[in-house]
């Protein structure tokens, strides 16, 4: 973004500019008039006889004037001039105009010398027409002045010949009256030479604040559609160029939504203002690489845009994006922040508005993060389904809700080895009409983008409290049930308030309660210490889900007030084949004996894994091989043919 100036040599230059403007309108609505007076003044001196001189006169009169139209046409290269030209054109043009405004004055002192000759055609103002000749000179002079109210220089160089003449000859002449005459005349010239420099600076006024104007609104336009920070467009500019390059039909846009890694972290360590130097790196990195007549914008915290016209560059878009990953990948020369990564989606399929591909290449987006950092991900058939999927369950979630189409399935936690069932995993399911069973993480998802984020938990909750009395009625008071809470959930809704208050209506003791929640919990430790610390309090056990899947740190066992941890079945499945897999097992049920955690370890799929196990000593575990999630009233049919055999 260059910046706008507002300099005063830059002003001064627009207000010359607008005074040459000026100047060659007005002389082109006064030099008709020149001519006309003129052509009258040359008819008046044939009548007097001085035909032949009168030609004369008005000829040099004429090609005065023609040479001032011709000016006046002539092309001239800082008319063109605007506030954000380069500095070099931006002289080259002043230059010009001020070449321009001097030939007007040669031009306006060679036809005010012409008018001076006037008296020649009357005898030194003492014939019968001098009272014609000196009312046209001062008619003439008058309307100069009144024309030439831009630049004084023009009018002075045109008036003061011809009036000195008059009054010249007037004093040469002689004689009271026209001595008195001639001092009038002088006081006339000096009357419009003053008029003339304070018409010029009532103009430049103008001119002046007409430009600074323009500059205000400018710079307001460049606000409104530029990152402060970067100078890259922000969102609103971003829209902007994006709609008009798509109206644009015979385009094939490419969009590149970049997200860098690690950013974060960069704001945590080393603060925010490093944050935005770094921000501004990136930005100027995304431009070095940007590919021929491309846009690069920030369209929010660490999140950018790339647009670019795909025909126009022969390089492939995944080829673009891996460049874009390596500039950004590299360290920083003139400051320490780390290494970042960045995360890129790419759409090259046709849409029909800037929105839709935005969010193509969002979706595209969210795979790359997922996939790991500094990946870039292609959106194709593969990603609009899932797509289509999201957007189709955001918009039939409330009815589903409403309509009893969501359901609880539950799945056994067992003890003493895999022996003994001691609790029950709730887990939400969805089958949707058209996508069928929904992954309960897109529901949940779905359900925030749908703003029903506390009323799918407060339908969970009553399923397992539901579950609890049951099993409290058929006596098995001593099977508990846990319920999973997502990190958005714990932060956005007042989880420990409903569940509390949920369990105390329906006489459901806390204890019998458990809620899992995992590690990115914590990243927000200041919205959901409290809530967890009331819930832990009443006798809610908190389960640390899916741990060895993220950073699984001791810190977080602490701040979230873990009672157990359950080992994320990625380590579980398939544990009798990895020796790895075996020792981080085994570390996590030493840390939780250390420590006085249980331990449940999920994801049990075969018997190998079940002995696997059994030989590391672990206790509680769950996984199909145990038991599969199944609809509440499964479990208690089958808790009850348990019972009766
Ligand atoms: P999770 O809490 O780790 O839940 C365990 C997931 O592992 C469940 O998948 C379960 O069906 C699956 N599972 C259990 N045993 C095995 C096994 O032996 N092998 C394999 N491959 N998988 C097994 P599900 O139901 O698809 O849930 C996935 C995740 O969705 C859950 O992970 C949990 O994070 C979330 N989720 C499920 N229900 C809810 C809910 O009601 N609320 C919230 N907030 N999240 C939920
Ligand atoms: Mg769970
Ligand atoms: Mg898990």
């Known amino acids: 973004m260059r910046p706008i100036p507002s300099d005063s040599s830059s002003l001064d230059r627009l207000i010359r500019r607008d005074q040459l403007e000026a100047v060659r309108k007005s002389l082109q609505q006064a030099i008709p008039i020149n001519i006309a007076l003129g052509f009258t003044g040359t008819l008046v001196a044939i009548q007097a006889g001085q035909g032949r001189a009168g030609c004369i006169w008005f000829a040099a009169s004429t090609a005065a004037n023609f040479l001032r139209i011709g ?11 605007t506030p954000d030209m380069p500095p070099d054109a931006a002289a ?10 001097r030939l007007f004055v040669a031009a306006a002192l060679f036809s005010g010398c012409v008018w001076a000759f006037l008296s020649l055609l009357c005898g030194g103002y003492t014939s019968a027409q001098a009272l014609f000749y000196l009312t046209v000179t001062c008619g003439i002079t008058a309307g100069a002045v009144t024309h030439g109210i831009a630049y004084a220089r ?15 000859c007037l004093l040469y002449a002689g004689g009271f009256d026209r001595n008195c005459l001639a001092f009038a005349v002088l006081l006339y010239l000096l009357a419009l030479l003053r008029n003339t420099t304070a018409s ?27 990152d402060n920070l970067t100078g890259l467009l922000n969102r609103a500019g971003f829209v902007e160029v994006g709609e008009a390059r798509l109206a644009r039909t015979d385009r094939r846009l490419c969009l590149l939504l970049v997200d860098l890694d690690g950013f974060k972290s960069v704001n945590d360590v080393y603060g925010h203002k490093m944050g935005d130097r770094v921000l501004r790196e990136v930005a100027s990195r995304l431009e070095a690489v940007l590919p021929p ?28 994006a891996a460049r874009l990953i390596h500039a950004v990948a590299q360290p920083f020369e003139s400051f320490d922040a780390g290494r970042l990564g960045a995360s890129i989606g790419i759409c090259t399929d046709p849409a029909e508005s800037l929105t839709q591909l935005l969010s193509y290449a969002d979706e595209a987006l969210y795979a790359a993060k997922k996939a ?16 289509e999927m999201r957007r189709d369950c955001e918009r039939d979630l409330s009815h589903a809700l409403a309509e009893g189409g969501l359901e609880v399935w539950f799945q056994p936690i067992y003890g003493a080895g895999g022996r003994t069932m001691t609790s029950l995993e709730a887990l939400v399911r969805w089958q949707h009409p058209v996508h069928g069973w929904i992954p309960p993480g897109d529901l949940i998802a779905a359900a925030a983008m749908a703003g029903l984020t506390e009323s799918v938990l407060r339908f969970i909750l009553e399923q397992c409290c539901g579950m609890l009395l049951t099993l409290q009625d058929r006596g098995r008071i001593d099977l508990s049930v846990a319920m999973n809470i997502s990190p958005r959930e714990m932060a956005q809704i007042a989880v420990d308030e409903i569940v509390l208050q949920r369990l105390h209506a329906l006489g459901v003791p806390p204890t019998s309660f458990e809620i899992e929640i995992t590690e990115e919990t914590a990243l927000d430790i200041e919205a959901v210490r409290d809530k967890l610390t009331a819930v832990s309090r009443a006798g809610v056990r908190v389960t640390l889900d899916d741990f060895g899947a993220g950073y699984s740190s001791l810190a977080s066992l602490r701040q979230l007030c873990a009672d157990r941890v359950k080992i994320d079945r990625g380590l579980v499945t398939g544990l009798a084949e990895s020796d790895d897999a075996r020792g981080l097992v085994q570390t996590v049920l030493s840390l939780g004996a250390a420590l006085n955690l249980e331990v449940v370890a999920e994801g049990v799929e075969t018997p190998k894994d079940l002995a696997a196990l059994q030989a590391l000593g672990c206790i509680f575990m769950q996984g199909y091989h145990l038991g599969r999630p199944a609809p509440a009233a499964e479990i208690l049919a089958m808790l009850s043919a348990v019972r009766a055999a």
């Open 71 to 81: 000016l006046c046409r002539a092309p001239c290269l800082g008319l063109a001039q």
């Open 92 to 101: 080259a043009a002043a230059r010009s105009v001020d070449q321009h405004l």
């Open 154 to 168: 023009i009018p002075s160089a045109f008036i003061t010949l011809p009036l000195l003449s008059v009054a010249g």
């Open 200 to 226: 010029e600076t009532v103009f430049c006024q103008a001119s002046r604040l007409k430009n600074e104007a323009r500059a205000v609104a400018k710079e307001m336009q460049t606000r409104a559609t530029h």
């Open 293 to 320: 007549g491309g846009c690069a914008a920030r369209l929010g915290g660490d999140e950018f845009a790339i647009l670019h016209d795909a025909g126009e560059t022969d390089e492939a878009p995944t080829d673009l």
């Open 372 to 387: 790991g950092q500094n990946r870039f991900c292609l959106f194709g058939n593969r990603l609009r389904a899932r797509l």
